[in-house]
């Protein structure tokens, strides 16, 4: 048992080390300069003409708020709806939204991007949100179901006892019943939101609305060749912060949602 767990041990240390180095040396070449250390390359980020500017922040806020307000949702409602309703097709459709999983998104975005433009939304960070919030449903839906699911009936029927609808158990049992799994779910969409680089390039054209990810790309594609690397690794440092304090903070919620969810079914 001790050389199992001593096995264990090691596995996991060697896992994190393999992880963590590549964070960990692009903090240490964000703040090393050709003098010793400091904040000169967080300057430059900041204060070069195609740098970093508060207006790519707030975009990319902007786009992960509307990802994951939009994911949690429609997964919310989906997952009810499969995981506690009967109805014609139910298996047949659940499955037909999780094929979605087996198309490679980058293949359809020009096809998106056309659709965006017909319906007024091209080169807006509404579209790019809906776009985003598209690739999110499949596995977030998933999430949600099989979250539901592991509910005992005995809750919802005691609300529905009680005189609450469906709508009126889900929003004053069940929520609190998978909050979880809703945790597990909304930091996977802004993970994604915000560190998406691909769905942007494409869907966005104005400088104006360039995400964080876009901003820290520019720099390096619009200096003639000259590639501040100092500069891209405080970037990619400033882009890693954020998520891995929210997932520090949210980390337990997010263990309990993955077990209860992607493991079950």
Known sequence: MKLRNAGFGVTGAALAVLFLFPLLWSAWASVRTPTGFGTENYRRLFTSDNGIRVEHVVNSLTVCALTVGGTLLVATLGGYA???FTFPGKNALFLLTLAILMVPYAT???ALYVLLGWIGLQ??????SLVLIMFQLPFSIFMMRNAFEAIPKELEE??????????????RVMLHAVRPGLITVGLFAFLTSWSEFF????????TSKFTVMLAVVNMRTASFGAIDYAALEAGVTFMAVPCLLLFLVLQRSYVRGFMS?????
């Open 82 to 84: 499969f995981g506690r």
């Open 108 to 110: 359809i975005l020009i």
């Open 123 to 128: 080169d807006s960070l509404l579209g790019l």
């Open 158 to 171: 005691s609300a529905l006892i009680d005189g609450c609808n469906s709508f009126g158990a889900l929003t």
């Open 199 to 206: 769905a942007p390039l494409i869907l966005l054209n104005s």
């Open 261 to 265: 969810g992607a493991l079950r079914g």
